[in-house]
């Protein structure tokens, strides 16, 4: 039986003040033994209304989950989306407080921006192919709202796929001059090379990705707008962070980014 609307907004909250207090929580399916899949996008939504009630700004989506390697890792089995707003954006090559963190990770993305809407259900590769302005490289951090970094799918789509920080490049790039499936992406913590990886990590394609978000959207009547700029997942593990670590991403015919936590 689907939980009420009182009872997402209760979850919605405890998620959202962990997140500002900087604690964990217990994985809500621990409270919520029936918690489904579809709940856990219903707290996701509320939490969603509830930052931007509280002053964010929608700046852009993301998929979550998108690489067998990251899926091991977390010990989940699907793809999941989420949202982000304009109060997790760090600009390139700047700094990241650990104040307002909890156990933090960096993972390398392709960032992809849209030039018009894309809507599924049926939205193809060659669909969301066409939708695309440009790409640009990214990391994200992620923080999760959970106790040691431990969910299970319904979980942590309720805590927005563990959004907590975006680095966006300042190189753009036509995906027509690219090879998304093969560009190579290396990750470096404190000047030794970490983490390897391609764009074929993520379901084979980076634009695989945007297709399945249009279609998970569509779920809901929801639309990618033109203008969207859409996190189309980690290419490689997540990597742990502490305070004076610098992260550099380098991506082949992508450029560069980096970011520095304090």
Known sequence: MPLSTPRIVELARRLESAALERRTERKLTD???DFTLSDGYEVQWALRNLRITAGARLSGLKMGLTSRAKMKQMGVD??????LLDEFYVPAD???AMSGLIHPRVEPEIALVTNRDLRGPGCTIANALAAIDFA???MEIIDSRYTDFKFDLPSVVADNGSSARYVVGTTARRVRDLDLRTL???VEKNGEAVSFGAGAAVLGHPVSSLAMLANLLALREQIIPAGTYVMTGGITEAIKAQAGDHFV???Q???SLSTRFV
Do not use: K
């Open 253 to 255: 015919d992508l450029g």
């Open 136 to 138: 640009v490289p990214a």
């Open 94 to 96: 700047s700094q990241i």
């Open 78 to 83: 699907s793809p999941i989306y989420g949202f």
């Open 249 to 251: 991403a380098r991506f």
């Open 184 to 186: 190579g992406v290396v």
């Open 31 to 33: 409270a919520e033994p």
